[in-house]
């Protein structure tokens, strides 16, 4: 009877590995299975999440940063970013400091649904676009909880974390700062064009409202260069539309700083020309906040760099 027992237990983890590995529909509702909790509205529709999840893992950026905001953190977490750069396969620098003892489940964009099965967690956060065609098996693993726009991404994480008093303080701080922000610039506020680029290996990017970096700078209330102030993430533009760079003041970042266009840039005749430039208004910022980040951590950490180099330094 104990082996009988054995083999039969061992069967339904065998099927439930299946179950996840290809998909198959589930016969209940998102998260039925897991017992009783809280019912939390999802991009996907409710979710019923445990009254204090223990064992949470994050499969995207945004769920990581705003998870280690509200003081949770997860067992595991997938990392972001590109192959060529140097740091690749590791969690952001900005967060190094609040992540020692998460394991690294490997890039966000390659689910390992065993690893994570094996993780036996009893929440999954992540978000639609890097997830969404992958809820119905997540679910079965434990109540997923995907968010649909950055804009909701932390009220609904901390509803999942019953951390939604965490929440109104983290959003009420960032209001308060870009108040701050605000007040400081005055006037220059509606005069100030902020241009974002990105130095990639081979290509350039000009970055828009639709991007993180945009969002935030949205929020403040700085305006976008014509080029720029448009409902897209970004553009790639050649070394002939250098002028589409321009604004009162450039930030830029870089995936590697050992391989971008960046100097092949800085160095062209057309670069010299720009407002800018000319008025060494041109600064560097982190690849990791300004476009990875997604969270709240990383907006500040945006807002920052609003602060620095245009309160503390300008022109």
């Not at 099965?117 to 978000?127: E, G, H, M, T, Y």
């Not at 982190?286 to 760099?305: K, R, Y």
Request: hydrophobic share 45%; glycine share 6%.
């Amino acid at each position: 009877m104990r082996y009988l027992k054995g083999a039969l237990l061992a069967i339904a983890a065998l099927v439930l590995v299946l179950v996840v590995a290809c998909g198959g529909p589930s016969q209940q509702a998102p998260s039925a299975s897991f017992g009783g909790g809280r019912t939390v509205e999802t991009a996907l529709g409710e979710v019923v999440v445990p009254q204090s999840p223990q064992r949470v893992v994050v499969l995207a950026q945004s769920a990581l940063d705003n998870t280690l905001a509200l003081g949770v953190k997860p067992i595991a977490s997938t990392y972001a970013g590109f192959p060529q750069r140097s740091d690749y396969g590791n969690f952001p620098d900005y967060l190094a400091n609040k992540t020692e003892g998460i394991a690294n489940i490997g890039h966000a964009s390659q689910s390992n649904f065993e690893a994570i099965l094996a993780l036996n967690p009893d929440l999954i956060l992540s978000n639609v676009d890097d997830h969404g065609q992958f809820y119905d098996r997540l679910s079965q693993i434990a109540p997923t909880v995907l968010v649909e726009t950055r804009a909701d991404a932390l009220t609904t994480y901390a509803e999942a974390l019953g951390k939604t008093e965490q929440a109104e303080a983290l959003t009420q701080d960032f209001e308060a700062r870009m108040q701050q922000f605000r007040q400081q610039m005055g006037a220059a506020l509606q005069t100030t064009e902020v241009s974002v680029l990105r130095f990639r290996p081979n290509q350039v990017r000009l970055y828009m409202k639709d991007s993180f970096c945009g969002y935030i700078l949205e929020q403040v209330g700085l305006p976008r260069p014509p080029t720029q102030a448009k409902d897209k993430f970004f553009e790639t533009v050649s070394l002939e539309a250098v002028p589409a760079m321009d604004g009162d003041v450039i930030f830029y970042f870089e995936d590697n700083p050992q391989d971008s266009m960046a100097q092949q840039v800085m160095t062209h005749p057309l670069w010299q020309q720009l407002l800018a430039v000319q008025q060494e208004r041109v600064y560097p910022v982190s690849f990791d906040t300004w476009f990875l980040g997604n969270g709240i951590l990383a907006a500040n950490a945006v807002l920052d760099d609003l602060f620095t180099y245009l309160i503390d330094a300008p022109a």
